[in-house]
């Protein structure tokens, strides 16, 4: 998928989040300076409020988008043309066996209890929603023929072949993608609410 999709797609989750979760966007920027000062102050056995973990996961997500992309650390070769990056693309940052090891990880601190101070609070969640994101991410690249490694991170990759990054199949995608989120919040508000 082309970065402009991943990016409307993380933008398109964490909005679903904040609406889920009741939390709009003035109620999620409100915690700012809270959050703030709890990362100054450095309190033990910070406690976020549900709006705080929102904007935090939002954030986190909105990162997340393209993370797969940015952990191989690329970079343009001017005298090719060419993208070069020192991980092979779609291979070890694509593999969803790494992403799935960093959830367990992610889950079992934050289930645990082990974070108690803001800045470990804040750190993970953030982590957690980049994690989300980064499985939508997959999600995506699924799709493309390229496809991405699902038993061997430098193995054969798995395609659905369904688009090819920057067609307007893409698009299609994408806008489909994003109404499933909106019918998706709209029962979640219902039912949760």
Known sequence: MSPT????????AAAALSAI??????EMAGQAPVLLKALIGNPNH?????D??????SLGILAGGRLPDRLE???????????????????????PALWLAVA?????AIHNGIATEAGTVIGLWFAAGACGSSFLHLAMDIMTPTGIPLLFPFGKRTTLNLYRSGSP?????????CAALYVLTLVARHFFQ
Not at 104 to 108: G, S, T, V
């Open 5 to 12: 999709g991943h990016t409307v797609t993380a933008i398109a």
């Open 21 to 26: 979760s009741g939390s709009g966007i003035g």
């Open 46 to 50: 910070f406690v976020c409020s549900g």
């Open 52 to 57: 705080q973990i929102t904007a935090i996961a």
């Open 73 to 95: 650390i690329p970079a343009w070769n001017r005298v090719l043309n060419t993208r070069e990056s020192l991980i092979p693309h779609r291979t070890l940052t694509h593999w």
């Open 104 to 108: 367990a990880l992610i889950a079992h």
């Open 169 to 177: 199949g893409e698009m299609a995608v994408v806008l489909v993608f």
